[in-house]
């Protein structure tokens, strides 16, 4: 079964509108929660991530995600999208393996930001 | 900043070939990665490595092998290369938990 799921391919959206992109884990993944972007023809940058602490946490380019314990859910938002943001979202999180922690992935969403 | 490089951001080979990817990181992390990456299907992890000459399959290592004689470098080697790993490779180094990522490879087998 997969540890991390995303449950949207592809999530078109107009410029300026808010945007949420859909994150689930399983119990099978350690707490450590994380949402990267790639844009096209780069490698992953990361965006923000939860460790501990609060549930709500800030990102770069003005992205936030609510940590949701009981939902078992790491969704991100962003209140108002730029043309910018258009780049493909994975969510991960790390899997213990037999020798240490390994990042696994859900299978990407691609935000597109139209004018 | 950490730094991932990637020797090659893009290559052709022809099938059969014996194809060498290489990935270096500059801040002393023990653990490295090899994913893969196509469409749909997100990243798949290939081989993990968490120390010097120590190894992990992951995923998909079927037709992959890897090598990691320094800790700053792993490489990710196609011992008979095949139309069917025609992708865009990934290499990230992790300390902990969170990993950085180099620029990655898009490979092309012909």
């Known amino acids: 079964a997969q540890s991390v799921t995303q449950l949207d391919s592809q999530v078109p959206v107009f410029e300026e509108a808010p945007v949420e992109l859909r994150c689930n884990y399983s119990s099978s993944v350690s707490v450590y929660l994380f949402w990267y972007v790639q844009y096209p023809n780069q490698g992953l940058q990361l965006l923000l991530k939860?460790?501990?602490?609060?549930?709500l946490v800030k990102g770069i380019n003005g992205f936030e995600a609510e940590f949701n314990k009981s939902q078992t859910s790491f969704h991100l938002r962003k209140p108002s999208v730029h043309i910018s943001d258009t780049a493909e979202y994975f969510c991960?999180?790390?899997?213990?393996?037999?020798?240490?922690?390994?990042?696994?992935f859900g299978g990407g969403t691609r935000l597109m930001v139209k004018p | 900043d950490v730094k991932v490089t990637q020797s090659s951001r893009y290559l052709v080979k022809r099938t059969g070939e014996k194809v060498f990817l290489e990935c270096v990181q500059d801040m002393d992390h023990e653990n490295m990665f090899w994913y893969r990456q196509d469409p749909g299907l997100g990243l798949r992890l290939i081989y993990f490595?968490?120390?010097?000459?120590?190894?992990e399959k992951g995923d998909i290592p079927e037709g992959y092998s890897v090598s990691r004689e320094k800790k700053e470098r792993f490489s990710l080697i196609l011992e008979s290369a095949s139309t069917n790993q025609t992708s865009m490779y990934l290499c990230?180094?992790?300390?902990?938990?969170?990993?950085?990522f180099g620029q990655g490879t898009r490979l092309t087998v012909v």
């Open positions: 991960a999180a790390p899997v213990r393996g037999n020798a240490g922690n390994m990042l696994t």
């Open positions: 990230a180094s992790s300390l902990h938990s969170e990993a950085f």
């Open positions: 490595s968490y120390d010097v000459k120590m190894k």
């Open positions: 939860y460790l501990s602490g609060s549930t």
